[in-house]
């Protein structure tokens, strides 16, 4: 069983930051690739960012690539998402997941298996 919990969301303004955690349970936290994904109200869940498990390859989504970055420390059983120069479009709750192993797709959610509650960010205008 994993255990996914995020941490770090607040209410920000237009091109302010903040830093996302998820912190996970268990012992092999450094052999899961991870994503991160959001739900706007009244919108479906979507893909923000990807890591690999060493993390070596990080894939983003359109919308967030060169404001976001995600990262891992493995030795804290973490993982991180950076936001910055964020937008009211931004607004979410934000998802941490842990991808099914032996899959090797990363935009869908239906490829991961476990998640956490979720954190909200709120971005004002």
């Known amino acids: 069983q994993v255990q996914l919990v995020e941490s770090g969301g607040g209410l920000v303004q237009a091109g302010g930051s903040l830093r996302l955690s998820c912190a996970a349970s268990?012992?092999?936290?450094?052999?899961?690739?991870m994503g991160w994904f959001r739900q706007a109200p009244g919108k479906e869940r979507e893909f923000v960012a990807f890591?690999?498990?060493?993390?070596?390859?990080?894939f983003y989504a359109d919308s967030v690539k060169g404001r976001f970055t995600i990262s891992r420390a493995n030795a804290n059983n973490t993982m991180y998402l950076q936001m910055n120069s964020l937008k009211p479009e931004d607004t979410a709750v934000y998802y941490c997941?842990?991808?099914?192993?032996?899959?090797?797709?990363?935009?869908?959610?239906?490829?991961?298996?476990?998640w956490g509650q979720g954190t909200q960010v709120t971005v004002s205008s």
């Open positions: 997941a842990k991808r099914k192993a032996g899959s090797n797709r990363w935009m869908s959610s239906s490829e991961y298996s476990y």
């Open positions: 268990g012992r092999t936290f450094s052999f899961y690739d």
């Open positions: 890591i690999t498990w060493s993390g070596s390859s990080t």
